[in-house]
């Protein structure tokens, strides 16, 4: 009795680990995890350079007193708009208007003595031609009258200089523009030298200014490019520059350049650019800080893929490409310059392949995947 009751637990316990077994080995495989992929395709690419750059006006008229004196009117809305000619200060007058009248009243007193000296050229030059008097008496009389004359003109010219100094103590507009903030308020003594304080700044903001530097190699590809014959340049438009603002936006209107500097800097291997861009909306500010874009070359039948399909490790950039198969393989690429937010791909890939774009985490090199085509966003797509 008893062998039979061993007998019975070990026939259970074998039927209990064959199934057990048999439950193992046929337990299913884990599904292929799903991954997002983007088709390659071959595409002209244009290229781009980007420069950092800040604005100006088109004139930047820096305002000063011409004479010293205390302020004693402001005569314009800070940060307004202004017309040439209009009265921008008023400096106290008296001390100019007391000049002025000292050199009227010196111009008067020689009207006088040249009017006296002329009678006594007048009295002696008819004398003289019947020998009443001496010829050194009618020298004389000449001499005085020129000298008279000479001291005249000298009189008229100090009255003008005082005239031209009174004038100073009204200070206008030079120029259509915006006028910012006043570096002076009334009752500060302003024009001393020889530092006098700039009072203000008026800039013509109708056309901007912008400078930025370039690197000599940077000069040359784009030297280069301007160059060869391009069917999508329009050779008689040379507003070909691009301006991005700080917040990312594109400018709606384009620059062209005005000049490139005559020479390198031998400190920095930089040249000075400066390009104009017209600015009808006065969006544009003296002063701000830009990015320069221009187009250097097109490349042929290039590859872009987001730059989150590509993994970097130690210098060597990876993708990982769905076979027609379905298995994901690890592939090398070389990679060229950034695109917006894409890479160009200048080997390791064909039109027409798919590249992992989402679930990389999830993938190892040979296993199975499930592609589905992606539809990049916004920000992965290359900018125009």
Wanted: net charge negative; hydrophobic share 40%.
């Amino acid at each position: 009795m008893r062998l039979n009751t061993v007998g019975l637990i070990a026939s259970l316990s074998f039927l209990l680990f064959a199934c057990g077994e048999k439950q193992a080995t046929e337990a299913p495989a884990p599904p292929a995890p799903e991954v997002s992929v983007v088709e390659t395709k071959a595409q002209d690419v244009p290229l781009f350079l980007e420069f950092v750059g800040q604005t100006a006006g088109l004139r930047d008229i820096a305002i000063r007193a011409r004479v010293e004196g205390f302020l004693e009117g402001l005569h314009f809305q800070e940060g307004g708009a202004v017309k040439k000619g209009d009265l921008l200060y008023t400096l106290e007058s008296q001390p100019f208007e007391e000049k002025v009248a000292t050199r009227m009243s010196g111009v008067a007193e020689e009207k006088t003595m040249l009017a006296k000296a002329k009678g006594d050229l007048d009295r002696i030059k008819p004398l003289a031609e019947i020998n009443a008097v001496s010829k050194s008496d009618l020298d004389e009389a000449v001499a005085a009258y020129e000298a008279r004359t000479s001291s005249l003109e000298a009189a008229k010219a100090t009255l003008r200089a005082a005239k031209i100094e009174l004038g100073y103590t009204k200070i206008h507009s030079p120029i259509d523009g915006i006028i910012g903030k006043s570096q002076a308020k009334v009752g500060d003594f302003v024009g001393r030298d020889p530092n006098p304080i700039i009072l203000n700044t008026v800039s013509q903001v109708d056309t901007i200014l912008v400078t930025f530097f370039i690197t000599e190699t940077q000069y040359l590809e784009f030297a280069r490019y301007l160059a060869k014959p391009d069917p999508e340049r329009v050779d008689n438009d040379d507003a070909n520059l691009e301006l991005i603002l700080i917040d990312g936006s594109v400018y709606e209107h384009k620059g062209r350049p005005d000049f490139v500097d005559r020479e390198v800097d031998t400190t920095t291997g930089a040249m000075l650019v400066q390009a104009s861009f017209t600015n009808p909306e006065k969006l544009l500010r003296p002063g701000q800080f830009v990015r320069v874009r221009a187009r250097s070359r097109a490349v042929k039948d290039g590859i872009l893929i987001p730059q989150r399909c590509v993994m970097e490790l130690q210098g060597l950039h990876n993708v990982y490409v769905v076979n027609a198969d379905n298995t994901a393989e690890i592939r090398e690429i070389t990679v060229g310059p950034k695109v917006g937010s894409n890479w160009l791909i200048t080997d390791g890939l064909k039109p027409g392949e798919r590249v992992i774009y989402e679930g990389l985490q999830k993938v190892r090199d040979g296993a199975a995947v499930k592609p589905t085509v992606a539809t990049p966003t916004a920000t992965d797509k290359q900018k125009k």
